[in-house]
């Protein structure tokens, strides 16, 4: 299996809702990311996680949690959004380097509308 | 910085016409450079690569060149075809794992 797939494709969520996007690969990656991507922009990143520790958070409004629940899957969970949060978010998964980076590989994405 | 700047942001070619989009950036420790592309709808995906220690990579009809001295690096397609049509993006790696991307070039190719 060669790909990061995500569900659902698309949600649409209110304002005082609570949802999560899930993310799962196959690949034994053990680096995997979440992306916001906005109409005709590129992808953002928001966390990383290594061997299921989060290693990198840009700054990210705590509204967005994520979690790593083990080595093949990564979560993203959404409480209280605001409409400005509406967005693709991209899951991607890597292998680790040590010395080198590695291609990432993407899923299909999440395209959340926030009412 | 951690900033990536990619040209041009919309490029149009008739098919079997030649496309470049370039990209420059600042942080002189980036040592990874990948391109993206991203059909409609649909997610990026890996097209080429090259790292710091390479000068030019070439696959079929897209090549990249990397320029380290003037942190510059282009993406080269031949012979386009009207399914290269979609968004490029640039990328450069600013840290371990942390993967910045260009603003994107829109190509369009016409039969």
């Known amino acids: 299996d060669t790909e990061v797939t995500q569900t659902p494709k698309h949600l649409v969520m209110g304002m005082t809702n609570k949802k999560s996007l899930k993310c799962e690969q196959h690949?034994?990656?053990?680096?995997m990311y979440w992306y916001k991507q906005k109409a005709k922009k590129p992808p953002e990143l928001m966390f990383v996680?290594?061997?299921?520790?989060?290693?990198i958070n840009e700054s990210v409004p705590s509204r967005f949690s994520p979690e790593c629940p083990n080595s093949s899957l990564l979560n993203l969970h959404l409480h209280a959004l605001q409409p400005e949060d509406s967005a693709l978010y991209l899951c991607?998964?890597?292998?680790?380097?040590?010395?080198?980076?590695?291609?990432?590989?993407f899923g299909p994405g999440t395209r959340l509308t926030v009412l | 910085g951690e900033n990536v700047e990619q040209h041009p942001s919309t490029l149009s070619v008739q098919e079997g016409d030649s496309a470049v989009i370039k990209c420059t950036y600042s942080?002189?420790?980036?040592?990874?450079f990948p391109w993206y592309k991203q059909e409609l709808g649909k997610r990026p995906q890996l097209i080429i690569d090259i790292r710091s220690n390479v000068g030019e990579k070439k696959d079929q009809r897209i090549a990249v060149t990397l320029n380290k001295t003037a942190k510059h690096f282009s993406l080269h397609i031949t012979e386009t075809q009207p399914e290269d049509s979609a968004v490029y993006f640039c990328g450069m790696n600013t840290g371990f794992q942390k993967l910045v991307f260009g603003t994107g070039t829109r190509l369009l190719v016409s039969p």
């Open positions: 942080d002189s420790a980036s040592n990874y």
């Open positions: 996680y290594s061997y299921e520790k989060l290693s």
């Open positions: 991607a998964s890597s292998q680790h380097g040590q010395s080198s980076y590695n291609e990432q590989f």
């Open positions: 690949m034994g990656h053990r680096a």
